[in-house]
């Protein structure tokens, strides 16, 4: 196999599109926006990407089959722009790999006709958050009034330590290439995957690009990670003999 390659999976013809990537990362929020789009979008598969960068492992279905580690392109048509949506189970597992792999996605962008990028992505707080602000990150200054427009704050030096992996460099190279390229990330404790972080992304996806989408399979996802974030806090707390009385005092 090559270092990348890449299969056509099938032919599409997408109108002004916009390339949306959303892999593993900090509270998983890209992936999960990537994922819902796919399934609620109806989305086409129409590439995959191989690479010698990601981990050496397959994936096994319920049938015992096996699949190689990849990356996925999903074409989708929507009453806005057209979306030709990144994602996959993986990042690259060196520096190189991740340049390799960047401008690999950037050539079938490219080769489809987009000219604008969205990478999505987290921002840790280190702490549970109730209201998910949008940070935003952009390869041409001129972006930002419009992300501006739509609630994306634009904080100094932050993210602390920069936009690591595939995210941050979809907006380096892709800025370099001539894509017209920002990242939005929704804050998340860093701790857990996050939701309610990846609705509040995608609702700011909807406002930049003008498609709706279904968010019931999404909130409900993020009434199970509520529990499951209850259920470690009464853990924390331990045992409480003193019952309610108790219960007052420490909270």
């Avoid at 079938?108 to 935003?136: C, K, M, N």
């Amino acid at each position: 196999m090559d270092e990348v390659d890449i299969e056509v999976v099938a032919d599409t013809e997408l109108d002004d599109p916009v390339l949306i990537e959303g892999l593993p990362g900090v509270g998983h929020v890209g992936k999960l926006v990537a994922e819902h789009l796919i399934e609620e979008g109806d989305g086409t598969l129409v590439r995959r990407v191989f690479s010698e960068a990601f981990p050496p492992q397959v994936t096994v279905d319920e049938g015992g089959v096996a699949a190689l580690a990849d990356a996925t392109f999903h074409a989708i048509t929507t009453e806005g722009r057209d979306l030709l949506v990144l994602t996959g189970d993986h990042q690259a597992a060196d520096n190189r790999g991740h340049y390799r792999l960047t401008n690999a996605f950037l050539d079938v962008a490219e080769d489809v006709g987009v000219s604008e990028v969205y990478a999505l992505g987290g921002v840790p707080t280190g702490e549970l958050v109730e209201d998910h602000a949008v940070v935003g990150a952009v390869a041409n200054d001129d972006r930002k009034a419009s992300l501006e427009d739509v609630g994306v704050e634009f904080r100094s030096e932050e993210p602390a330590g920069g936009i690591v992996g595939t995210s941050g460099l979809l907006v380096g190279l892709g800025g370099r290439r001539g894509f017209d390229a920002a990242c939005l990330m929704g804050e998340t404790s860093g701790y857990l995957v996050d939701p309610k972080s990846a609705r509040v992304v995608l609702e700011t996806l909807e406002d930049l690009l003008g498609f709706d989408v279904d968010f019931e399979a999404l909130d409900e996802r993020a009434d199970e990670m509520e529990d499951v974030v209850e259920q470690m806090q009464q853990m924390e707390q331990g045992p409480n003999p003193g019952g309610d009385e108790d219960l007052r005092y420490i909270g």
